[in-house]
């Protein structure tokens, strides 16, 4: 028992001496090596989850791009700006709140009791008697409170700026309707940005009704409507208004007005208003390692999550496939006879099977059940193996019986030895190198297929899971189709050669192995 | 063994294949159906539903129009029958090209039109993609294993696997992004008014359509092709037979063309005749990348639309090629290298 120990360990170490001098083969296990442990690190590598959308803004490219010239001028990513949300109460003292009649507090936990009103500021207001509305955009607004604060800017003018803040109303009285404006001061003019009356939270006598949706608190979320405060009194989209903004380094001064429309007849008005979670977002151009892609997603966390879907098919695909092979075609080589003959009939069949097709079909019918759906990528490696494993056993089989034929087993036969020392000393040792190899070039190719199939959105069906077949394919519309974001070749490329890389380095690993156990194309 | 009795046997496995494979195709599209949606229902109905019409043609009138199609297609499936003669009457649909109706549109689209407006671009975008992907990596392996172990072999080596584990959406999407760099207009696969266009125009915008795919299928197809070329290749130049000819003071392209690739032409011819086989299975991904209309997008498009009675037909008619092509592939073997016929 020890001696067969130590000859394993003697044949591991000749078999990495062996390897280390094949160059391919070393660079083929570097590749995997690298990917491996951005699969297995993952969550300390990319801590950020790789479908949060807008980690930053849209279309970043990655921060290292902006050493190349066509990037010099673009900021680094800087968000939040001004912290200004309402987490502590000291935060809230920094704010500048006036408006008639104003009584605040902080509302930690009231109703509605839900995570994000904790340390929420509550806020008491009554319109004057008989004022004029002033609001300029939306005709009937008065404002019944403002809040502000100041903020330093310093910095290159971001791509896109963005507002955000909850916003609700919990009892109305003679108010019809209430929103929110914004104004941003620059040191050279003033702008403002308004919710619109899209956004408005309206209610009835005293219940809170939201207008467009069932969530309670609404993020009112304003990127383009920026209007000029001395300029045109209507809603105009302008195009890049963050250039327009943010063009000079200084002081500049972030308000938010609150709007109450009288209801109808009354001549005053009272409202309790809810605000929290105010912030003020400058987006750079360049974020992180990779950027970001169309929603602000990080690319490099989706790349590195995407890695563990194609190492864990192709790997348990690939193991699983010429496994089962290696065990048929040592038993149908060992055997021979109709044994033999079944397995190639059997391959026979399978090799006319339309594999592709076959499997996308397969995939397709197992993700549109929803009792399968969330176990797809283990039953396509199931698929996998099912439609693999024969041509893998022939292979092994034919090996098998060129070692059968060989003399030293004549002649261990001829001693008296027995079918399982004939398998474990002679068949075995010179089968394994084969179905090392295999197992390299089989994970190459089941990676290739699975990326495939996760590109034409069959695996996934929709539901919320990143591989890099599927970033490719969210990619590609983007890559293919808007030569203005330079075809975001750092969300589209990544994942493309990623496949490519990992692929090919299981490619070269397998030929280094088949040249380690097959002398005849080592001595070229 | 005669090669008359060798062609014998192999046409005997050919006809058993054949046979499995109608059987496998009818009995994989009476399960994959259950999985997805029928909710329980016994398979007649369910059948029945998912062939209905989505809506009646203009002018019938519901109820009747839809009861008289069920009871249609009950006959036509033959619901009524056993199993046995189930099975008969779709080998018998097989044998009239009656493949049935396209999913939701029972008594009006039938699946072996799709096919056939379909099946000329995809036989064109494989057919010449597959040939120049063979002249070019044959080409390109005699050139490399000539010059063995020199620079230019391990650069045909290094760049040809390379491209060969790119996967074929990927660089599908590289070249359209090429050709937008190019062009500077955005990519756009087969313009419809194109195909519905005449002479000249029609033909224009069918090769415009073609190139990229084109480019695509025959750079993927390269690599296999060359690597074997250049294996076997090497195999032949080290045979005794070339030091033999070298010794007798031959010039070196005649050894090399003459002796050497002659004897290396054997598993090229086989896998030819096979990729010829697989043509329709291969460009279900590179037709749906580019919206090229052939029948590997009329399938993925199928799969889409848990379109079964087109899936089953595309099913069989790949899988018939194949057998067909794996058959011609063996017989060109028997004929090219005598020791397969004798063995």
New interface residues.
């Given amino acids: 028992m020890s001696s067969q120990g130590r000859n394993l360990l003697s044949d591991l170490k000749r078999l990495t001496k062996l390897f280390i001098k094949s160059k391919i083969g070393v660079v083929g296990l570097i590749v995997i090596v690298f990917f491996v442990v951005l699969a297995i690190f993952a969550p300390i590598l990319a801590p950020i989850p790789p479908l949060d959308h807008k980690v930053a803004a849209a279309y970043d490219v990655p921060s290292w791009a902006t050493l190349l010239p066509e990037y010099r001028n673009v900021a680094v990513d800087q968000t939040p700006i001004a912290t200004i949300g309402f987490s502590s109460q000291q935060e809230v003292a920094s704010w500048d709140l006036s408006g008639n009649n104003l009584t605040w507090s902080i509302a930690p936990g009231v109703t509605p009791p839900s995570p994000t009103v904790t340390g929420s500021l509550y806020v008491n207001a009554s319109l004057p008697a008989n004022a004029t509305a002033n609001d300029p955009y939306l005709p009937g607004g008065v404002v019944l409170f403002s809040m502000s604060q100041s903020f330093k800017f310093s910095g290159a003018s971001p791509p896109a700026f963005e507002v955000t803040t909850n916003l609700e109303a919990t009892e109305m009285t003679n108010i019809s309707r209430i929103y929110a404006n914004f104004i941003i001061f620059t040191p050279k003019g003033n702008y403002s940005l308004s919710s619109g009356p899209t956004f408005s939270a309206t209610l009835g006598s005293t219940v809170m009704i939201l207008s467009s949706n069932a969530t309670k608190w609404h993020p009112i979320d304003i990127t383009s409507w920026l209007l000029s405060t001395s300029g045109i009194p209507s809603y105009t989209s302008i195009g890049n208004p963050s250039e327009l903004v943010f063009n000079q380094t200084g002081d500049y001064r972030l308000e938010m007005q609150v709007m109450g429309v009288r209801a109808g007849g009354a001549t005053t008005g009272m409202a309790s208003v809810y605000v929290s979670s105010m912030e003020l977002h400058l987006d750079g151009g360049a974020y992180g390692i990779l950027g970001t892609d169309k929603l602000g997603n990080d690319v490099w966390s989706q790349l590195v999550w995407g890695s563990q879907i194609s190492m864990m098919v192709g790997i348990a695909a690939g193991l699983g496939s010429v496994g089962i092979g290696a065990i048929a075609g040592i038993a149908a080589g060992y055997i021979g006879g109709l044994f033999s003959d079944m397995l190639g009939r059997v391959t026979?069949?399978f090799?006319?099977?339309?594999?592709?097709?076959?499997l996308?079909?397969?995939t397709?019918?197992?993700a549109?059940?929803p009792l399968?759906i969330s176990t797809v990528y283990f039953w396509i490696i199931l698929v996998f193996i099912t439609l693999t494993w024969p041509f893998i056993a022939i292979l092994i089989r034919a090996q098998t019986k060129t070692v059968k034929e060989r003399q030293f087993v004549e002649a261990s036969r001829a001693v008296g030895g027995g079918t399982g020392h004939i398998l474990r000393r002679h068949i075995l040792p010179n089968v394994m190198g084969l179905v090392y190899s295999q197992v390299a070039l089989n994970v190459?190719g089941f990676i290739?297929l699975d990326?495939?199939l996760d590109?034409?959105g069959?695996a996934a069906h929709g539901r919320p899971i990143i591989s890099w077949?599927i970033m490719?394919a969210n990619a590609?519309p983007d890559?293919?189709?808007d030569?203005i974001h330079s075809?975001v070749w750092w969300w589209?490329l990544p994942p493309?050669v990623s496949?490519?890389l990992l692929?090919?380095a299981f490619?070269?690993v397998g030929y280094a192995l088949d040249s380690i156990f097959n002398p005849r194309l080592r001595a070229? | 063994m005669g090669l008359r009795r060798y062609i014998g046997k192999r046409l005997v496995y050919t006809v058993i294949l054949l046979v499995l494979i109608v059987l496998f195709n009818y009995f994989l599209f009476q399960v994959l159906p259950f999985l997805v949606n029928c909710n329980g229902l016994p398979y007649e109905k369910c059948a029945e539903n998912m062939y209905l019409p989505q809506q009646p043609p203009r002018g019938a009138v519901n109820f009747n129009y839809i009861a008289a199609v069920r009871a249609r297609i009950s006959k036509d499936f033959g619901f009524q029958d056993p199993l046995l003669v189930r099975v008969g009457l779709y080998i018998k649909n097989l044998f009239t090209g009656n493949f049935g109706f396209n999913i939701g549109s029972y008594g009006t689209n039938p699946v072996i039109q799709t096919i056939q407006y379909a099946a000329p671009y995809t036989i064109l975008l494989i057919g010449s993609s597959t040939i120049a992907a063979f002249a070019i990596g044959i080409g390109l392996g005699v050139i490399a294993a000539a010059k063995r172990g020199q620079f230019v072999d391990i650069g045909f080596l290094a760049v040809l696997l390379f491209l060969n584990s790119l996967p074929v959406f990927f660089l599908g999407a590289i070249l359209q992004l090429l050709q937008i760099y190019v062009t500077r207009t955005t990519y756009i696969s087969v313009p419809g008014e194109t195909l519905l266009k005449t002479g000249w125009p029609f033909y224009e915008g069918l090769l415009k359509a073609l190139f990229l795919p084109f480019l695509t299928l025959t750079f993927a197809g390269i690599g296999g092709v060359f690597l074997t070329q250049r294996a076997v290749m090497m195999d032949a130049v080290q045979e005794d037979y070339i030091l033999t000819a070298r010794a007798k003071g031959l010039p070196e392209r005649t050894v090399l063309f003459k002796h050497a690739f002659r004897n290396a032409v054997l598993p090229i011819v086989t896998a030819f005749a096979l990729s010829i086989g697989f043509i329709l299975s291969g460009a279900v991904i590179t037709e749906t990348v580019f919206g090229y209309p052939g029948l590997g997008l009329a399938l993925f498009n199928a799969v889409v639309q848990l379109d079964f009675p087109l899936e089953q037909a595309l099913f069989f008619i790949i899988a018939v090629m194949v057998v067909i092509a794996v058959f011609i592939a063996d017989i060109l073997h028997g004929f090219l290298d005598p020791r397969v016929v004798t063995a």
């Fill in positions: 026979d069949f090799l006319v099977l339309p594999f592709l097709p076959l996308i079909v397969v397709s019918i197992i549109a059940n399968l190459s290739l990326a495939a590109f034409l069959i077949g490719l590609l890559a293919t189709g030569p075809y589209f493309g496949i490519a692929s090919l490619v070269l070229r």
